[in-house]
């Protein structure tokens, strides 16, 4: 047997060993496997009348290295707000490149010569826009919409914002207007900055429109001094949107002091200087964008631009980490394998940091990485609610050696941060073992807009921190190895990152529900070989029954007037009933295979010659 314990009768009780297979278990799991049985067993004789859920499995040295020793982050970090500190450097080097573009021509085909904004020029810009905000009521805790492409203006749009004390909400121009609408609304966002070619895809809305182009002459009458406005730590800084079981997107207000910390703790750890290249190509709807914008202008590197859509193209990727001299990237796991394959001749050769994140990592693509680029490879874990990064290891040439298969860990908290791997009943449980991960500190988010219920769901309050602290569940499940690194293991619910994107089938379930004659509907990831994690090919699937069903195309009409892209199934199945386990309830093992030959894909017109 893989595992076995002997226990013998002795004179002076009883005497036990465990033989183990060396091939699935190391030494230092057996014992901590046999210190736990110890303290169970002498806390049965003990308190014999306990029920057995209340029983421990760790003495007090144990429990004060999960909680506290291996939560050792308390740093001190200034009272700032993210301006203040671009505006800091702003005065080491204001000549020195800030952004770094390329134009491109009407049809998105042929780029222009590389555009690029120094530090000076892009604080006047932004100092300019602020006082005009301020004109119109922005504040501190006042959400500004932005919905921009990617470019100089976006960026001027955000450190404007925060100049005029305000917190920005990202909206997509790709999602649906319906969609773009309930954010607006849910927020209640009294100013909205955009372009006017991008007029018509906004939803009809409330908020006083600031059109940066057909207003620049206006915006450009305002002083180009930094407004007078009192930031403190607990103001906003963003409002993003994340995907939403219960139908609905929920809104995640993150604060200046959480923003700052995870900042700072940045430049320590991966610090940045003159003569680095940040590619900023991740969408300001996911936070991940939150350090590839701020990172480098804090710290005098450049902020390169990706182009619009650009994030999509692994080949555009490559080609825009040459073009620029990138030496700092960003990439989730099931884009990287589609990336490395464009690095031939040079293409990543400039790159010394890339960070992963979004996915699981494995070991195999760990390795990849190293043959193919040879960079310094980081991987990433924070939710939304836990601004950005809440965990991060950095890959050792050791672990080539000693991990030969499965997943790279997630890492140790942040500065100021706290992470708990806990069973139901919010008790550590030991090294080695699967729990849930919660997570406490600096970086936890305000709350979710407009949803009381769901914050207190969980933000809970945290029973190892000072009195008042909270700690986000996080639904995902964990567990710490013997070096005191967290190793991801799934989830406990049924939220899946697909390409990086976060995910509540929920959320698209609760729509197909609402179109006409679709009685049930389940979404899952489909990988090949089944539901499960989703990597590079994954795609979802939505499984339906009622007569409706059938309507494929015009299902997928629908959702997507309600949802991202990126949400929309790239397959319908028609089911007479779904399928059952013994218990009544759904068996996700038992979903059938998609054929994806008869999806129905809508047309997509040429964007160029090629």
Known sequence: FDLTLSLRETSEGLTGTFEYATDLFEEATIARLTASFLILLEAIVKAPATPLQQLPLLDQQQRTQLLHDWNQTAEPVPTVSLTQLFEQQVQRSPTAIALLWQEQEQQGSVPHAVQQLDYACLERRANQLAHYLRSLGVGPDVTVGLCLERGADLVVAVLAILKAGGAYLPLDPAYPAERLAYMLNDAMTPVLLSHSSLEERLPSHWAHLVCLDADAAQIASYPVTPPSVRVLPGHLAYLIYTSGSTGRPKGVQMSQGAVCNHMLWMQSRFPLAAGDVVLQKTSLSFDASVWELFAPLLAGASLALA???????????????????????????????????????????????????????????????????????????????????????????????????????????????????????????????????????????????????????????????????????????????????????????????????????????????????????????????????????????????????????????????????????????????????????????????????DSVQAFMPATNPV
């Not at 950095?394 to 000693?402: F, G, L, M, N, Q």
């Open 307 to 597: 182009k619009p859509g650009g994030q999509q193209d692994p080949a555009y990727l490559a080609q825009a980490c040459a073009s620029f001299g990138v030496t700092t990237l960003q990439l989730v796991p099931s884009v990287l394998p589609h990336f490395l394959d464009y690095c031939e001749g040079g293409a990543g050769a400039s790159l010394r940091d890339l960070f992963c994140g979004g996915e699981a990592l494995s070991t195999a693509l760990r390795d990849r990485v190293r043959s193919r680029l040879g960079c310094r490879l980081h991987n990433l874990y924070g939710p939304t609610e836990a601004c950005i990064e809440a965990v991060v290891h950095s890959v050792t040439p050791a672990e080539h050696k000693e991990q030969a298969e499965g997943l790279v860990p997630i890492g140790r908290p942040i500065w100021n941060s706290r992470a708990y791997v806990l069973d139901g009943r919010l008790q550590p449980v030991p090294v080695g073992v699967a729990g849930e991960l919660y997570l406490a500190g600096a970086g936890l988010a305000r709350a979710y807009v407009q949803a009381a219920g769901m914050t207190a769901s969980r933000f809970v309050a945290d029973p190892y921190g000072v009195a008042g602290s909270r700690m986000y569940r996080t639904g995902d499940l964990v567990r710490w190895n013997n070096a005191g690194t967290l190793v991801y293991l799934g989830r406990v619910d049924q939220q899946v990152k697909l390409r990086g994107l976060r995910i509540e089938p929920g959320e698209i379930e609760a729509v197909l529900l609402e179109q006409p004659g679709v009685a049930q509907a389940v979404v899952a990831v489909w990988t090949g070989s089944g539901s499960g994690d989703a990597g590079a090919d994954a795609r979802l699937v939505a499984y339906l029954v009622g007569p409706g069903a059938a309507q494929a195309e015009g299902l997928r009409t629908a959702l997507s007037q309600r949802l991202p892209e990126y949400m929309v199934p790239a397959c319908f199945v028609t089911l007479d009933a779904l399928p059952l386990n013994a218990n009544g309830k759904l068996d996700r093992a038992a979903l059938p295979a998609p054929d994806f030959r």
